[in-house]
């Protein structure tokens, strides 16, 4: 499986400032995804990141709040903007990989715990 | 109805006796299923893929999938307390049209030493 670098690995912010996350995979990867997980909860898709165009949202999940970069197919950045204490969460990058379109296996970075205080 | 559902847990069970997961999914045309284990303040790791009706066996852990009834599981062998974890049953979005997986709630399982 692919080895997935995110960083910062957490970090604690002021409200209405903004925190950019950094994904790094370490081989070519068509399927790039960003979930969050709020504490005690399961994995929630924020958006499908797509390599030289705008990212897929999921409902309830907008491009002003979290604007998405991804410029190739190693990379990707997710912003999470203007923030409140209720955006405090893990978000998790994600890979996927897999033979056929509906056989996607994902994995995992490390997860950037973030609190705003 | 949510689209991948768990019972949360706890599920407690002794070491070395079976713990047995479970997982319904809402979208019937589905085709591929999983199981990711999650320890507290990690992120989750894939332990067993499944696409096809029946069981898939790895190790300790067994999948079973069941199209008919929506139903999957997961079965691990001599529970060790290093298996105490959330685990996850994920599930992908062709119904959808979404590649990415869809996470059920997690099950949580502690053993007992």
């Known amino acids: 499986s692919a080895v997935i670098s995110q960083k910062p690995s957490r970090d604690i912010c002021q409200r209405g400032t903004s925190l950019t996350i950094q994904c790094q995979v370490d081989?070519?990867?068509?399927?790039m995804f960003w979930y969050r997980q709020q504490p005690g909860q399961s994995l929630t898709l924020i958006a499908t990141?797509?390599?030289?165009?705008?990212?897929?949202?999921e409902s309830g999940f907008v491009i002003d709040k979290f604007p998405i970069s991804r410029p190739n197919l190693t990379f990707s950045t997710l912003t999470v903007s203007n923030m409140s204490p209720e955006d405090s969460s893990i978000y998790l990058c994600?890979?996927?990989?897999?033979?056929?379109?509906?056989?996607?296996?994902?994995?995992f970075g490390q997860g950037t715990r973030l609190t705003v205080v | 109805q949510k689209e991948v559902e768990q019972n949360s847990g706890p599920l407690s069970v002794p070491e070395g006796a079976i713990a047995s997961l479970n997982c319904t999914y809402s979208d019937r045309v589905s085709q591929s299923f999983f199981w990711y284990r999650q320890y507290s303040g990690k992120s989750p790791e894939l332990i067993m893929s499944?696409?096809?009706?029946g069981d898939k066996e790895d190790g300790r852990f067994t999948a079973q999938l069941n199209k008919a009834s929506q139903y999957v599981s997961l079965l691990i062998r001599d529970s060790q307390p290093s298996d105490s974890a959330t685990y996850l049953c994920a599930v992908n979005g062709r119904g959808t049209g979404r590649r990415a997986l869809t996470f059920g709630s997690g099950t949580r399982l502690q053993v007992q030493p």
């Open positions: 994600s890979v996927g990989t897999g033979q056929g379109a509906w056989n996607t296996e994902a994995f």
């Open positions: 081989s070519q990867v068509t399927m």
């Open positions: 990141a797509n390599q030289g165009s705008e990212a897929t949202y």
């Open positions: 499944i696409y096809s009706n």
